[in-house]
């Protein structure tokens, strides 16, 4: 039994407009940034060339948002304020929509659960302003102001206190105003932002200038820093109507959580399940696990190809061919990071020269603390005599051994190897500092590449006596089946088996005690969860990268010069030798000039 059913019928009755619009500012507005990020792309819809907002007690007492756009007409402002008005769609076709804004939701919602002031004047018009309080809309008057429209929102929530308790502090808030000013600042360079907070600006992107290409370069140095420029692929793919442009950042330049991961469509700028999966399988064997990849990314396609009607808060989307949009992305990275060759960030070197800090020198009561024999003493000062007294802890001289000048040009990438120290590192003489290559790791990617090239031209598959008979549901069973072509070119061959069963008939080769069962339920839940898979992929990816690790040269192992060098160059030609299978770097490299500097020889 139901113990919330009425004792008596319920009367059906009509909710009134104010009720029905702070329902519906219950999925508009979630918390002040929301209402800032509707404001804001009102301003953009208008074509605003700079935006100014000013925010008080993380937005909860105040939110003004100023532009220079188009501005309204007075007898507008009412209408504006009515729901399910706008200026952006005519109606007639859902799917071609060009603009941010397009529901005729936002100001409605605003003006139902705070005290909304709008104050516009249109170009060659007359200013006016209009007020709502908790959905109370007083008519418009007279009021003096520049082209363009200044909205004020002040105390958010207070129609509705109980939203209120579920706001988070003031300088949480401020975090998310300012998160969703930049997100959309990098989505239009060619416009200029400002963000205060409680009277202190927190945020500045002035108007960037040049074409869309350098626009967006330079705003993004300006709002992910000049770090995340400088380790980028610029990224630039076409396909089934459908472009990418953008900049991933290289695999060793991650982070330990998805922040700095930004995905556009059509310039807006959305969190879709589908999309961000398909940046995790661009980076697949380039990352450690736990870090996350930083990239920008912007979509572009015709609006019938995407709906984004899709949630009031528009903050997903629709493809109307999801697998190309995912198809697109995953290749445009994997051909970009391949493209990248042995590049590596340049914060590994930076974090190499922070490990170089000056300790002080220790008191002189320690410092006669090993006290060097006569015969060490005369050999400190004979270069041509052999040192035998060595402090203690030192049972035999260092692992260092240092080579004849190189007969390789230094001009190349990673230079000329010059000395292996720890039978493990590499160093190297470039023209304008040194590298230093972790001979294992470099060595392994190199491997793990050769043996991925290999598996391309198709992967051994070993068949099964007895096939393995999987009972799915129906619907998992057609969703399975319909991707069964892609699992066969990894070497998992599937059939339909009667009802909702499918029988595997082959595995790959080399996965030699696979649990299908359990495989194809996690493929299932990553196709109900992303649309699309990589866990087969990941996992012959897995076993190739550990035959690769055992058959890469050891660390402890002797390399004559020519070994060194021959690495060094194989590591030039090869894709991806930047890191190495687990996501660490497989070299770093000092600039002569960063060398200088920790001795005190330059300024």
């Given at each position: 039994?139901?113990?919330?059913?009425?004792?008596i019928r319920p009367v059906i009755r009509q909710?009134?407009?104010?009720?029905?619009?702070?329902?519906?500012?219950?999925?508009?507005?979630?918390?002040?940034?929301?209402?800032?990020?509707?404001?804001?792309?009102?301003?953009?819809?208008?074509?605003?060339?700079?935006?100014?907002?000013?925010?008080?007690?993380?937005?909860?007492?105040?939110?003004?948002?100023?532009?220079?756009?188009?501005?309204?007409?007075?007898?507008?402002?009412?209408?504006?304020?009515?729901?399910?008005?706008?200026?952006?769609?005519?109606?007639?076709?859902?799917?071609?929509?060009?603009?941010?804004?397009?529901?005729?939701?936002?100001?409605?919602?605003?003006?139902?659960?705070?005290?909304?002031?709008?104050?516009?004047?249109?170009?060659?018009?007359?200013?006016?302003?209009?007020?709502?309080?908790?959905?109370?809309?007083?008519?418009?008057?007279?009021?003096?102001?520049?082209?363009?429209?200044?909205?004020?929102?002040?105390?958010?929530?207070?129609?509705?206190?109980?939203?209120?308790?579920?706001?988070?502090?003031?300088?949480?808030?401020?975090?998310?105003?300012?998160?969703?000013?930049?997100?959309?600042?990098?989505?239009?360079?060619?416009?200029?932002?400002?963000?205060?907070?409680?009277?202190?600006?927190?945020?500045?992107?002035?108007?960037?200038?040049?074409?869309?290409?350098?626009?967006?370069?330079?705003?993004?140095?300006?709002?992910?820093?000049?770090?995340?420029?400088?380790?980028?692929?610029?990224?630039?793919?076409?396909?089934?109507?459908?472009?990418?442009?953008?900049?991933?950042?290289?695999?060793?330049?991650?982070?330990?959580?998805?922040?700095?991961?930004?995905?556009?469509?059509?310039?807006?700028?959305?969190?879709?399940?589908?999309?961000?999966?398909?940046?995790?399988?661009?980076?697949?064997?380039?990352?450690?696990?736990?870090?996350?990849?930083?990239?920008?990314l912007y979509l572009s396609c015709d609006p019938?190809?995407?709906?984004?009607?899709?949630?009031?808060?528009?903050?997903?989307?629709?493809?109307?061919?999801?697998?190309?949009?995912?198809?697109?992305?995953?290749?445009?990275?994997?051909?970009?990071?391949?493209?990248?060759?042995?590049?590596?960030?340049?914060?590994?070197?930076?974090?190499?020269?922070?490990?170089?800090?000056?300790?002080?020198?220790?008191?002189?009561?320690?410092?006669?603390?090993y006290r060097p024999s006569a015969r060490a003493?005369?050999?400190?000062?004979?270069?041509?005599?052999?040192?035998?007294?060595?402090?203690?802890?030192?049972?035999?001289?260092?692992?260092?051994?240092?080579?004849?000048?190189?007969?390789?040009?230094?001009?190349?990438?990673?230079?000329?190897?010059?000395?292996?120290?720890?039978?493990?590192?590499?160093?190297?003489?470039?023209?304008?500092?040194?590298?230093?290559?972790?001979?294992?790791?470099?060595?392994?990617?190199?491997?793990?590449?050769?043996?991925?090239?290999?598996?391309?031209?198709?992967?051994?598959?070993?068949?099964?006596?007895?096939?393995?008979?999987?009972?799915?549901?129906?619907?998992?069973?057609?969703?399975?089946?319909?991707?069964?072509?892609?699992?066969?070119?990894?070497?998992?061959?599937?059939?339909?088996?009667?009802?909702?069963?499918?029988?595997?008939?082959?595995?790959?080769?080399?996965?030699?005690?696979?649990?299908?069962?359990?495989?194809?339920?996690?493929?299932?839940?990553?196709?109900?969860?992303?649309?699309?898979?990589?866990?087969?992929?990941?996992?012959?990816?897995?076993?190739?990268?550990?035959?690769?690790?055992?058959?890469?040269?050891?660390?402890?192992?002797?390399?004559?010069?020519?070994?060194?060098?021959?690495?060094?160059?194989?590591?030039?030609?090869?894709?991806?030798?930047?890191?190495?299978?687990?996501?660490?770097?497989?070299?770093?490299?000092?600039?002569?000039?960063?060398?200088?500097?920790?001795?005190?020889?330059?300024?």
């Amino acid at each position: 039994m139901n113990s919330h059913a009425p004792h008596i019928r319920p009367v059906i009755r009509q909710l009134d407009e104010a009720t029905a619009n702070r329902i519906a500012a219950g999925e508009v507005v979630e918390r002040p940034a929301s209402a800032v990020k509707e404001l804001v792309e009102n301003a953009l819809d208008a074509g605003a060339t700079r935006i100014d907002i000013a925010i008080e007690d993380g937005g909860k007492r105040l939110i003004r948002v100023c532009d220079d756009g188009w501005g309204m007409l007075p007898e507008d402002l009412p209408l504006a304020l009515a729901r399910h008005a706008t200026s952006k769609i005519d109606g007639s076709d859902l799917l071609a929509i060009r603009s941010f804004g397009f529901r005729g939701e936002a100001l409605p919602s605003l003006g139902a659960v705070g005290r909304l002031t709008i104050t516009s004047r249109a170009r060659g018009g007359d200013g006016a302003v209009i007020a709502v309080s908790g959905g109370k809309v007083t008519p418009p008057r007279p009021a003096a102001a520049n082209p363009g429209t200044v909205v004020e929102l002040r105390d958010l929530f207070f129609a509705t206190p109980a939203r209120l308790k579920f706001l988070r502090g003031d300088r949480a808030e401020t975090m998310a105003v300012a998160e969703c000013v930049r997100r959309l600042a990098m989505a239009e360079p060619h416009v200029g932002f400002s963000l205060t907070a409680d009277g202190k600006e927190v945020f500045r992107a002035d108007a960037e200038q040049g074409d869309l290409f350098d626009a967006f370069h330079a705003r993004l140095s300006r709002v992910m820093g000049r770090d995340f420029i400088d380790n980028v692929i610029a990224l630039d793919a076409e396909r089934d109507g459908l472009s990418l442009t953008g900049f991933a950042a290289l695999p060793t330049y991650s982070r330990g959580a998805a922040v700095a991961q930004h995905v556009y469509v059509n310039g807006r700028p959305v969190r879709d399940k589908l999309l961000t999966g398909a940046l995790r399988a661009g980076y697949m064997d380039v990352l450690a696990s736990g870090r996350h990849p930083a990239a920008v990314l912007y979509l572009s396609c015709d609006p019938q190809l995407v709906d984004v009607n899709v949630h009031p808060a528009k903050a997903e989307v629709r493809f109307r061919d999801p697998q190309a949009a995912r198809g697109l992305v995953v290749s445009a990275l994997r051909h970009g990071l391949a493209g990248a060759g042995h590049r590596a960030s340049s914060t590994v070197g930076d974090a190499t020269l922070a490990a170089f800090a000056v300790e002080p020198a220790a008191p002189r009561a320690y410092q006669m603390d090993y006290r060097p024999s006569a015969r060490a003493i005369r050999a400190s000062l004979d270069l041509q005599a052999p040192v035998t007294d060595l402090a203690p802890g030192f049972a035999e001289a260092p692992s260092a051994r240092a080579e004849e000048p190189p007969t390789v040009p230094i001009d190349a990438p990673l230079g000329a190897a010059r000395a292996q120290i720890h039978e493990n590192y590499i160093i190297a003489q470039t023209k304008d500092g040194l590298v230093i290559v972790d001979q294992h790791a470099a060595h392994e990617r190199l491997v793990y590449e050769r043996l991925k090239a290999q598996a391309a031209g198709g992967i051994a598959r070993q068949a099964l006596l007895i096939p393995e008979i999987v009972d799915l549901p129906p619907a998992d069973a057609a969703r399975i089946l319909a991707i069964a072509e892609d699992l066969a070119a990894l070497g998992l061959v599937i059939e339909p088996f009667g009802g909702g069963a499918v029988a595997v008939r082959e595995t790959p080769a080399m996965l030699a005690r696979l649990d299908t069962a359990a495989l194809i339920h996690d493929i299932l839940d990553d196709l109900a969860d992303q649309g699309a898979s990589d866990r087969l992929r990941g996992r012959i990816d897995a076993v190739l990268s550990s035959m690769a690790c055992h058959g890469s040269v050891r660390s402890g192992r002797r390399m004559t010069a020519e070994e060194m060098n021959a690495l060094l160059r194989d590591m030039e030609r090869t894709p991806k030798s930047g890191q190495c299978n687990h996501g660490r770097p497989t070299w770093v490299k000092l600039r002569l000039s960063d060398i200088e500097r920790l001795f005190g020889r330059s300024g």
